[in-house]
């Protein structure tokens, strides 16, 4: 199993940016998927961005592409959120997450759903002021 925790949210006013980091431990960061997730209060989880591990395939959600940018640092077993251009409906409880693929390197685009991923850490606040 890998543990992962998340740092970086905060405070910040509109139009400004935040960089979050989730950092796993417990087992190797290859052959897992990685995602950032968002939970806004009385809304649903809704994925953010993903990375894939083979090929650093990414996606975005239509509501942040252009604006936010997710990477990986494999020697760091890190993976990293950056948020330009914030607007006050991204603030929400960022959660990063793992999906493990398995050893064998593959092409494949990273998964979308909740539940395809069985690691989740803790949960970050980002709050953006108007």
């Known amino acids: 199993q890998v543990q992962l925790v998340e740092s970086g949210g905060g405070l910040v006013q509109a139009g400004g940016s935040l960089r979050l980091s989730c950092t796993a431990s417990?087992?190797?960061?290859?052959?897992?998927?990685m995602g950032w997730f968002r939970q806004a209060p009385g809304e649903e989880r809704e994925i953010v961005a993903a990375?894939?591990?083979?090929?650093?395939?990414?996606y975005y959600a239509d509501s942040v592409k252009g604006r936010f940018t997710i990477s990986r640092d494999y020697a760091k077993n890190t993976v990293y959120l950056q948020m330009n251009s914030l607007k006050p409906s991204d603030t929400a409880v960022y959660y990063c997450?793992?999906?493990?693929?398995?050893?064998?390197?593959?092409?494949?685009?990273?998964?979308?759903?909740?539940?395809?991923?069985?690691?989740w850490g803790q949960g970050t606040q980002v709050t953006v002021s108007s």
């Open positions: 997450a793992a999906s493990f693929q398995g050893p064998s390197p593959a092409s494949h685009t990273p998964p979308k759903l909740s539940h395809e991923y069985g690691n």
């Open positions: 990375i894939t591990w083979s090929y650093g395939s990414t």
């Open positions: 417990g087992r190797s960061f290859s052959g897992y998927d």
